[in-house]
Every structure is written in structure tokens, then in C-alpha cells.
């Protein structure tokens, strides 16, 4: 049994499908923005989980969140786009996330963080795999 029509006319609007896209890419949209405001902090940020040069891996996180979301927001090469994010959020969550080598009080909080990457992972493969099947049935 499918879904009702009010849904499947819900999910079939374009509507739906560009805001989709926005919400997935927000956080990756702000975080580029405020790193750019904030050049030195994110070169800090970079530094304090072990990534150096601080200065290249924050220009490389601000290239890769702003360029990626445009990517997938103009849904042309979301391909591209999803997985630079998607492997941006990976080299997150093994550096920032590292829940196995945390203090056991701080563990929780980002093994939790660590799967909510993972999930926004695959909902950057979703949109890839989702925009390439839209644009071969146009």
C-alpha cells in the first residue's frame, strides 16, 4: 500500500525538494560563513583537534562548506558536492567525535555527535542519489 495522495503530492513538490536541500546543507552554510567572519578562531578550531596546518585545513573546511552546499543547493553536481560534505563531516567526526578516546563523562555527548554525523552522511548520499535519479528521468 503507498501513501496517501496529500502525501505523495507533498513529496513530489519541487517546493519540498528545494527546501530539503537547504536544510541539509544549513549547518555546513553557517559554519562556512562563520569561519570566513572568523579566520583566526577557525584556524584555533582546526588546531585544537589536531589538524594542522591550522590556516589550510580551515580554508579547506570553508571551501568545502560553502562550495559543496552551493553545489547541492544549484542541485548540479550534487554528486560532487554531497560527497565533498560528506567526507568533511567524516574527517569531523573522526577528530572532533573521537567518543572512543574520550574521558568516560564526555563520552555520551559525542558518541551521540558522532552519529548524528553519520546520519547527515547518508542524507548527503540520499540527495546525490536522489538528485541523479531526478535528472535522469527529466
Not at 517546493?15 to 553557517?30: C, E, G, P
Not at 558536492?81 to 563531516?89: D, E, K, W
Given at each position: 500500500?503507498?501513501?496517501?495522495?496529500?502525501v505523495?503530492?507533498?513529496?513530489?513538490?519541487p517546493l519540498?525538494?528545494?527546501?530539503?536541500?537547504?536544510?541539509l546543507?544549513?549547518a555546513?552554510?553557517?559554519?562556512?560563513?562563520?569561519?570566513?567572519i572568523?579566520?583566526?578562531?577557525?584556524?584555533?578550531?582546526?588546531?585544537r583537534?589536531?589538524?594542522?596546518?591550522?590556516?589550510l585545513?580551515?580554508?579547506?573546511?570553508?571551501?568545502?562548506?560553502l562550495?559543496?552546499?552551493?553545489?547541492?543547493?544549484?542541485?548540479?553536481?550534487?554528486?560532487?558536492?554531497?560527497?565533498?560534505?560528506?567526507?568533511l563531516?567524516?574527517?569531523?567526526?573522526?577528530?572532533?567525535?573521537?567518543?572512543?578516546?574520550?574521558?568516560?563523562a564526555?563520552?555520551?555527548m559525542l558518541?551521540?555527535?558522532?552519529?548524528?554525523h553519520?546520519?547527515l552522511?547518508?542524507?548527503?548520499?540520499l540527495?546525490?542519489?536522489?538528485?541523479?535519479?531526478?535528472?535522469?528521468?527529466?
Amino acid at each position: 500500500m503507498g501513501e496517501p495522495r496529500w502525501v505523495a503530492t507533498m513529496l513530489s513538490s519541487p517546493l519540498l525538494w528545494h527546501a530539503a536541500r537547504l536544510a541539509l546543507v544549513s549547518a555546513y552554510l553557517l559554519g562556512g560563513v562563520a569561519k570566513l567572519i572568523d579566520f583566526p578562531g577557525a584556524i584555533a578550531e582546526q588546531e585544537r583537534f589536531g589538524l594542522h596546518p591550522g590556516a589550510l585545513w580551515a580554508a579547506l573546511a570553508i571551501v568545502v562548506e560553502l562550495g559543496g552546499s552551493v553545489l547541492v543547493l544549484a542541485d548540479r553536481l550534487v554528486w560532487l558536492g554531497a560527497g565533498a560534505l560528506g567526507v568533511l563531516t567524516l574527517v569531523a567526526m573522526l577528530t572532533a567525535n573521537a567518543f572512543w578516546a574520550a574521558p568516560v563523562a564526555e563520552r555520551w555527548m559525542l558518541t551521540n555527535a558522532f552519529f548524528e554525523h553519520l546520519g547527515l552522511i547518508a542524507g548527503l548520499v540520499l540527495v546525490a542519489i536522489l538528485s541523479g535519479r531526478k535528472r535522469s528521468t527529466s
